[in-house]
């Protein structure tokens, strides 16, 4: 089983920065893509920003310039460091990886989200 947990979420102000965090734990043998999407009330989740096992990133064009994806394998955790916030990043950020186990070849898995509230 693999467990995911998600930090780092909060309220700030347009203009301010958060820091997300997710650590992947359990019966993990190797990690291939890590990926941020996010949902925001009303609308489909979304892709964020994804990272490869080579450190390869790909951004959605909303967030282009603003965020940074990055991981750190040593530690099986992955990070979104999000600047120049605005309302229109509000919503629950859900990290996704795609694993190996022990048992499975490739399977993916959420966390269990973490609300980002941009407002004054």
């Known amino acids: 089983q693999v ?5 780092g979420g909060g309220l700030v102000q347009p203009g301010g920065s958060l820091r997300l965090s997710c650590t992947a734990s359990g019966s993990i043998s190797y990690i291939y893509a890590m990926a941020w999407y996010r949902q925001a009330p009303g609308k489909q989740r979304e892709l964020v920003a994804v990272i ?6 790909n951004y959605g064009d909303s967030v282009k310039g603003r965020f940074t994806i990055s991981r750190d394998n040593a530690k099986s ?3 979104l460091q999000m600047n120049s916030l605005e309302p229109e990043d509000t919503a629950v950020y859900y ?4 694993v190996r186990t022990v048992t499975i070849l490739r399977s ?7 609300q980002v509230t941009v407002s004054l």
């Open 3 to 7: 467990q995911l947990v998600e930090s």
């Open 52 to 57: 490869t096992s080579d450190s390869s990133t």
């Open 77 to 79: 955790t992955m990070y």
């Open 95 to 98: 990290c996704n990886v795609d």
């Open 108 to 114: 993916t898995y959420w966390g269990q989200g973490t």
